[in-house]
């Protein structure tokens, strides 16, 4: 599975960006995905996940009834819905995919490349 992240942009806090993330391959609905981001000096951490079909999801705490996660098998796309955003969501974000439910970024083999969201405040 390719994966390719879009959708970074540079907003002021309490903002609204849709992240899309477009992936190749026959398999992708039969993935789980899961979104990442990385901010300036820190290390990688789980936003959200979704299951195959997603029916199910779930969240980070630090983005929980900000952020939606969904996807759309036809089109081969994931989504990420953010709300309210804060400066402290600034980051590079990632998309990426395993068959494994976690959120252990060691457990996905397939990323993409990254989009960057800044958030002013």
């Known amino acids: 599975v390719q994966l390719q992240a879009s959708g970074g942009a540079l907003l002021q806090a309490g903002g609204s960006l849709r992240l899309s993330c477009a992936a190749s391959g026959r398999s992708f609905s039969s993935y789980g995905m899961g979104w990442f981001r990385q901010a300036p000096g820190k290390e990688r951490e789980f936003v959200a996940r979704i299951n195959w079909s997603g029916g199910s999801t779930y969240y980070a705490d630090s983005v929980k009834g900000r952020f939606t996660i969904s996807r759309d098998n036809a089109k081969n796309t994931v989504y990420l819905q953010m709300n309210s955003l804060k400066p402290e969501d600034t980051a590079v974000y990632y998309c990426?995919?395993?068959?494994?439910?976690?959120?252990?970024?060691?457990?996905?083999?397939?990323w993409g490349q990254g989009t960057l969201v800044t958030v002013s405040s």
């Open positions: 990426a995919a395993s068959n494994v439910p976690t959120t252990n970024a060691g457990a996905y083999p397939y």
